[in-house]
């Protein structure tokens, strides 16, 4: 069965930094097949795009709260995107999870064709 897989979420205190993982499994990521959005979800609020990387990672995009602070990329090679992220805030604090379309990065999550389960990032003192 196609998915993707995220990890490397965990207690983070503010200021700090971590790296996520987005693995896919049963499917290729090729360069030109699948888009590669992450996004988050703080509990009762909506689900919201967080960045986004095009199939050959020519193209990013971010939201304008984490803009200077997380990076996204991707090794096609190793299946994987990752996210790094530096100077968290407590804000930041939610569920990660990567989703995979094809077709070009969109912030709306409806449009994805598949998501992990997700990570948990909390960022606390």
């Known amino acids: 069965q196609s998915q993707v897989v995220e990890s490397g979420g965990g207690l983070v205190q503010p200021g700090g930094s971590l790296r996520l993982s987005c693995v896919a499994s049963g499917f290729t990521l090729d360069l030109d097949s699948y888009s590669i959005g992450w996004f988050r979800q703080a509990p009762g609020k909506e689900r919201e795009g967080v960045s986004c990387?095009?199939?050959?990672?020519?193209?990013?995009n971010y939201r304008d709260s984490v803009k200077g602070r997380f990076t996204i990329s991707r090794d096609n090679a190793k299946n994987t995107v990752y996210l790094q992220m530096a100077s968290l805030k407590p804000e930041d604090s939610a569920v990660y999870y990567c989703?995979?379309?094809?077709?070009?990065?969109?912030?709306?999550?409806?449009?994805?064709?598949?998501w992990g389960q997700g990570t948990q990032v909390t960022v606390s003192s």
């Open positions: 990387i095009s199939r050959s990672g020519s193209s990013t």
């Open positions: 989703a995979a379309r094809v077709g070009r990065c969109s912030a709306w999550p409806a449009v994805y064709d598949y």
